[in-house]
């Protein structure tokens, strides 16, 4: 089945010079007296309302406010010929890839000047006549602004959950130009519920397109929607959107999450290094290599990261042992996080190695950061390598570690320092304890569908991004799961981050880098057929502030 009506022909008229002009009409079922008066009472009353068409086995109409106020026209356009020539035309366009945290798919040039017959027709329609109806049954007042545009969705495309907020719109549209569609395709418009903070919640309500169908909703600051990854390798998802424009509406104060607890290092000596982390990262020269490199590049990937033994005792509790929630919310962030207090002895551990004492001055001198009081600065790392080297090229049977006399500093001097800020406190200690470095970190689990976005209260700031992959074998960029990282206000990637079993990843971000995961996309399904048990991968991901 085509999914489309047996052609008609379609409405012209004799334009300038003797040529036919083409004309675009809507449904007379929509102009009808009586129902345009009905729709405006549902619209203003905020009632369900479904008209039936008395020709057709569909409804003319339909207005539901679940979850938030929304009308479907599934038969917009009276001529299949109309429908027929636009779909050609659109199609002859150039369209250009969109990609951010965002979204993925194909748009072509703004319709707004496009001198096409049926285009030209189209935006007439729209933003005249259909404009002048909708302005009278919403009661607002609408203006000539001409805002459209033409999507192409693909294979594994998408466009997560938004608001469509931007100052002066007030109305969205779609028009969909599709062939027979089911809801396993994807590409749904997917219209979300939300909390007592209006925040998005779950997908309440899902339209599959179809060909002709008009769909458009009222913007506010609960209208979140998506386009769900569309899943079929052959269709392509076509339509027609834009936004009827008009006076702009106060706007509720905007929610700001609470903040994410961040603390200061546990006190765990050296120790701990040595039970979890590969050796030759502990080694002080290599450290200091490490710096180099990471002064020059802000960044670096730190592969075979924990030992052996351990990283696979890690990823064999993660399989199984493991209380997960989802973490939201979904104009935000979709993901799962670990229940930490429910978290097996081995996983605890490792959280406990990100947050220790140790590991902080590690840190420090890995990035040069003045992550613990007892940071070495340059000139002190490079004093301590070249006696570690004289002194292990002289003394036979002995081996100095500096990290370890540096760490078995650490305790006498951390009591130390403790005690004499409680004897004399004053302006200086304010000052050090306002600047104690502190962490905050979570073990998360990626799957298919899964994503962080940027969002407006993004925090921009000086931090240190440390990310441990698990069970990331078989795992391709095309998947997604990545982390990105771009400048404020800019799509352009200055940095990505690839998943990579038991490799640490450490990111150095100023205040105007921003970062997001990728959505992961179907095609993430593939690693099954290497790793039948695995459905994605899992980090713990911390970040540390000076």
Same mark, same amino acid.
Request: proline residues 6%; contains cysteine.
């Given at each position: 089945? *085509?999914?489309?009506?047996?052609?008609?022909?379609?409405? *012209?008229?004799?334009?300038?010079?003797?040529?036919?002009?083409?004309?675009?009409?809507?449904?007379?079922?929509?102009?009808?007296?009586?129902?345009?008066?009905?729709?405006?009472?549902?619209?203003?009353?905020?009632?369900?309302?479904?008209?039936?068409?008395?020709?057709?086995?569909?409804?003319?109409?339909?207005?539901?406010?679940?979850?938030?106020?929304?009308?479907?026209?599934?038969?917009?356009?009276?001529?299949?010929?109309?429908?027929?020539?636009?779909?050609?035309?659109?199609?002859?366009?150039?369209?250009?890839?969109?990609?951010?945290?965002?979204?993925?798919?194909?748009?072509?040039?703004?319709?707004?000047?496009?001198?096409?017959?049926?285009?030209?027709?189209?935006?007439?329609?729209?933003?005249?006549?259909?404009?002048?109806?909708?302005?009278?049954?919403?009661?607002?007042?609408?203006?000539?602004?001409?805002?459209?545009?033409?999507?192409?969705?693909?294979?594994?495309?998408?466009?997560?959950?938004?608001?469509?907020?931007?100052?002066?719109?007030?109305?969205?549209?779609?028009?969909?130009?599709?062939?027979?569609?089911?809801?396993?395709?994807?590409?749904?418009?997917?219209?979300?519920?939300?909390?007592?903070?209006?925040?998005?919640?779950?997908?309440?309500?899902?339209?599959?397109?179809?060909?002709?169908?008009?769909?458009?909703?009222?913007?506010?600051?609960?209208?979140?929607?998506?386009?769900?990854?569309?899943?079929?390798?052959?269709?392509?998802?076509?339509?027609?959107?834009?936004?009827?424009?008009?006076?702009?509406?106060?706007?509720?104060?905007?929610?700001?999450?609470?903040?994410?607890?961040?603390?200061?290092?546990?006190?765990?000596?050296?120790?701990?290094?040595?039970?979890?982390?590969?050796?030759?990262?502990?080694?002080?020269?290599?450290?200091?290599?490490?710096?180099?490199?990471?002064?020059?590049?802000?960044?670096?990937?730190?592969?075979?990261?924990?030992?052996?033994?351990?990283?696979?005792?890690?990823?064999?509790?993660?399989?199984?042992?493991?209380?997960?929630?989802?973490?939201?919310?979904?104009?935000?962030?979709?993901?799962?996080?670990?229940?930490?207090?429910?978290?097996?002895?081995?996983?605890?551990?490792?959280?406990?190695?990100?947050?220790?004492?140790?590991?902080?001055?590690?840190?420090?001198?890995?990035?040069?950061?003045?992550?613990?009081?007892?940071?070495?600065?340059?000139?002190?790392?490079?004093?301590?390598?070249?006696?570690?080297?004289?002194?292990?090229?002289?003394?036979?049977?002995?081996?100095?570690?500096?990290?370890?006399?540096?760490?078995?500093?650490?305790?006498?001097?951390?009591?130390?320092?403790?005690?004499?800020?409680?004897?004399?406190?004053?302006?200086?200690?304010?000052?050090?304890?306002?600047?104690?470095?502190?962490?905050?970190?979570?073990?998360?689990?990626?799957?298919?569908?899964?994503?962080?976005?940027?969002?407006?209260?993004?925090?921009?700031?000086?931090?240190?991004?440390?990310?441990?992959?698990?069970?990331?074998?078989?795992?391709?960029?095309?998947?997604?799961?990545?982390?990105?990282?771009?400048?404020?206000?800019?799509?352009?990637?200055?940095?990505?981050?690839?998943?990579?079993?038991?490799?640490?990843?450490?990111?150095?971000?100023?205040?105007?880098?921003?970062?997001?995961?990728?959505?992961?996309?179907?095609?993430?399904?593939?690693?099954?057929?290497?790793?039948?048990?695995?459905?994605?991968?899992?980090?713990?991901?911390?970040?540390?502030?000076?």
């Amino acid at each position: 089945m *085509s999914g489309k009506r047996p052609s008609e022909p379609g409405p *012209s008229r004799m334009g300038k010079r003797g040529k036919k002009e083409v004309v675009a009409e809507f449904s007379d079922a929509v102009t009808e007296k009586t129902l345009k008066k009905q729709v405006a009472a549902a619209w203003s009353h905020r009632t369900p309302f479904i008209h039936d068409n008395v020709f057709l086995p569909t409804e003319a109409i339909v207005v539901d406010m679940d979850p938030f106020l929304h009308c479907v026209i599934p038969n917009f356009i009276q001529s299949q010929d109309f429908l027929e020539g636009l779909h050609k035309e659109l199609l002859s366009l150039d369209f250009h890839e969109k990609y951010n945290d965002l979204y993925k798919f194909q748009q072509s040039d703004d319709l707004k000047k496009r001198r096409e017959p049926h285009i030209s027709a189209l935006r007439k329609l729209l933003f005249e006549d259909f404009r002048s109806w909708l302005s009278d049954i919403s009661n607002i007042d609408l203006e000539s602004t001409i805002d459209m545009s033409c999507a192409k969705y693909e294979f594994t495309d998408a466009l997560l959950c938004h608001d469509d907020e931007l100052e002066g719109r007030r109305v969205a549209f779609i028009l969909y130009l599709v062939p027979s569609w089911d809801r396993s395709f994807g590409g749904t418009l997917d219209l979300f519920s939300t909390d007592e903070h209006l925040q998005p919640k779950h997908i309440a309500k899902s339209l599959t397109p179809s060909w002709n169908k008009l769909v458009f909703f009222e913007v506010s600051p609960v209208s979140f929607h998506q386009v769900s990854e569309v899943l079929s390798e052959e269709k392509s998802r076509l339509s027609i959107s834009g936004w009827f424009h008009g006076p702009s509406v106060i706007k509720p104060p905007t929610y700001l999450e609470p903040l994410i607890p961040r603390n200061p290092h546990i006190p765990q000596d050296h120790e701990i290094l040595y039970e979890w982390i590969n050796p030759t990262y502990l080694d002080m020269e290599y450290q200091a290599q490490i710096q180099e490199e990471f002064e020059e590049r802000s960044e670096i990937l730190l592969k075979e990261f924990l030992k052996p033994e351990k990283f696979e005792k890690v990823c064999e509790a993660l399989e199984k042992e493991v209380e997960w929630s989802i973490c939201g919310p979904p104009n935000k962030r979709f993901y799962e996080r670990a229940e930490e207090s429910q978290l097996p002895d081995i996983l605890k551990g490792c959280m406990t190695l990100f947050r220790s004492e140790a590991l902080f001055l590690l840190l420090s001198n890995f990035t040069g950061l003045k992550l613990h009081f007892l940071a070495p600065c340059e000139e002190e790392i490079k004093d301590k390598t070249e006696t570690a080297c004289a002194a292990g090229s002289t003394e036979e049977g002995t081996s100095h570690n500096p990290l370890e006399s540096t760490q078995l500093a650490i305790s006498s001097n951390s009591q130390h320092s403790s005690e004499q800020g409680d004897a004399a406190p004053g302006k200086e200690t304010t000052r050090k304890e306002s600047s104690v470095p502190t962490c905050q970190g979570e073990l998360r689990r990626w799957k298919t569908g899964h994503y962080t976005l940027i969002h407006d209260n993004s925090q921009t700031e000086f931090a240190l991004d440390l990310v441990l992959y698990c069970g990331c074998e078989g795992w391709e960029p095309e998947y997604g799961g990545f982390t990105s990282y771009i400048a404020k206000g800019e799509d352009e990637e200055l940095l990505v981050v690839n998943p990579e079993n038991n490799s640490l990843a450490l990111v150095y971000r100023d205040r105007e880098t921003l970062k997001f995961v990728k959505h992961i996309n179907h095609r993430s399904l593939e690693q099954k057929k290497s790793f039948p048990d695995r459905t994605g991968f899992w980090d713990f991901s911390f970040i540390y502030y000076e």
